[in-house]
């Protein structure tokens, strides 16, 4: 394994707790927090899965866990005697150097266990490799931050606390890094939440507000913070490195002459689609016909989409993709997301017509200056876009973000 693929160790912000004789002794801890009044929080995905049960701290068990581990995201929703108070997400874009606070629990098990705040910047508003999904911030982050909130200087949402710089990355490269952390950004949680049918709050400054002190900012915001318990997971799972998270790209596990790959979509050209079918048909319906070089199953709807060529493998979380092991030299491990029925209003700065989703792909992949696309297959028609506006349902748009 490479140094880069070890660079994000999501489970260093995850703590693992002091085993027990007690059965009931949580195994690791993070951080989340509210996104609607009725009870749904939001967490990083590392933190809740493969968990037997799930604690919010105060609130009791949390149920429901909706898992988005292509962006290391998870909801879960807890029942409360009183409505919570969401974090609320802001609407203008982040800025390169603002000012920002972290909300958390680290190290709950050795410090306080209340919770803590820590200020600092946008470094950067990418991450590693330039991955548009994260923003880089130099708040310190420590196990048990995993999953809180990075809020601007009035208190709304920019980021999910989810992964730092490895020191063991560092030494292998020979560099000195210090305080590289990095957070998901607010509309990629925002495009999951959608993706689950679950609404959370937006605004801005007033224009006439006051700024706020961070003694302030930290009574505006805390009420809205949980530590999150994990009870049952094995205790090495608290230190893997969470799909997505990481800039290298997942094992593919290999099944006869097709390679799989959990979490992508193969984009390739469809000539055949089977609605109400299992994977393992899917699958095998590809390998006992010629003319199939790969597979996309869509997990939610139960379908299969078997394609004469592959060009490329792009996330997403309700896909699984396979493809021919002929073709794996060929085929481009491309870091976007795609989004079906979300697009991004505003940032377009090229319209291509009459092109095909392969193509507004790879005119994207192809230009630096490109952070997303819409395509709208009803138009055949290609938008490239140089920034990420707030995300928005819209029936009839294919979405792609690096």
Known sequence: MSALSRVFIAGTLSVALASSCFAESPTSSGTGFAVTGDGWLMTNAHVVQGCERIEVKGKGDASDPRID????????KVQSTSPLKPVVFRQAPTRLGEDIVAVGYPLASLLADSVKVTTGNVNALAGLRNDTRYIQISTPIQPGNSGGPVVDRDGFLLGITSATFSKQAADEIGITAQNINFAIRASVAELFMQSQSIVGQSGDRAADQQPISTADLSDKVTPSVFQILCYGKPEEQASITPSGAATSLPTPSVRS??????????????????????????????????????????????????????????????????????????????????????????????????SS???????????????????????????????????????GVELGVK
């Open 69 to 76: 581990a292509t962006n290391d995201l998870a909801l879960i």
């Open 257 to 354: 002459a097709l390679i799989d790959a959990r979490g992508y979509d193969a984009i390739g050209f469809d000539y055949r689609t089977i609605k109400d079918v299992t994977f393992a048909g899917c699958h095998e319906i590809c390998e006992g016909d010629s003319q199939c070089k790969a597979i996309t199953y869509n997990t939610k709807y139960r379908a299969c989409f078997l394609k004469d060529n592959v060009v490329a493998l792009i996330r997403n979380g309700d896909a699984v993709a396979a493809y021919s092991s002929a073709k794996a030299a060929d085929v481009i491990m491309s870091d976007f997301t795609s989004y079906s029925g979300m697009d991004l209003p505003g940032g377009d700065y090229k319209r291509l017509r009459e």
């Open 357 to 395: 989703y392969i193509q507004c792909f790879t005119a994207c992949i192809g230009d630096n200056s490109c952070k997303a696309f819409s395509y709208v297959p009803k138009k055949s028609e290609c938008w490239l876009k140089d920034a990420l506006g707030r995300p928005k349902t819209t029936k």
